[in-house]
């Protein structure tokens, strides 16, 4: 039932920045985490920032103190921002959203949105 669209990905110049947006819709009764995952071609699916239900920050070595994940409870909606881009930051990023209950009878399961291309120039 729940849905996740990304947003704001494009071309960046390397240095530049870039906020990238995941809204959620449908109903989440609750969920243990939502954030941001990137795969580049001929590479694996890597974490790169997750928020909490409690608002806990976990990011990957490769981003932090570049990227920031953030939420708007009341949009349902998670950002992330990006500054000081590299070209290897160029990747499809992937939302997610973990441990997610639409309703209270609802078993937990973890959603992915489509993904949106990032691309940065050198």
């Known amino acids: 039932q729940v849905q996740l669209v990304e947003s704001g990905g494009g071309l960046a110049q390397a240095g530049g920045s870039l906020r990238l947006s995941c809204a959620a819709s449908?109903?989440?009764?609750?969920?243990?985490?939502m954030g941001w995952y990137r795969q580049a071609p001929g590479n694996q699916r890597e974490l790169v920032a997750t928020i909490t239900s409690g608002g806990s920050l976990n990011y990957a070595d490769s981003v932090k103190g570049r990227f920031t994940v953030s939420r708007d409870n009341a949009k349902n909606t998670v950002y992330l921002q990006m500054s000081s881009l590299k070209p290897e930051d160029a990747a499809v990023y992937y939302c997610?959203?973990?441990?997610?209950?639409?309703?209270?009878?609802?078993?937990?399961?973890?959603?992915w949105g489509q993904g949106t291309q990032v691309t940065v120039s050198s």
């Open positions: 449908g109903s989440i009764f609750s969920f243990g985490s």
């Open positions: 997610n959203a973990a441990g997610v209950r639409s309703n209270p009878w609802s078993p937990y399961r973890d959603y």
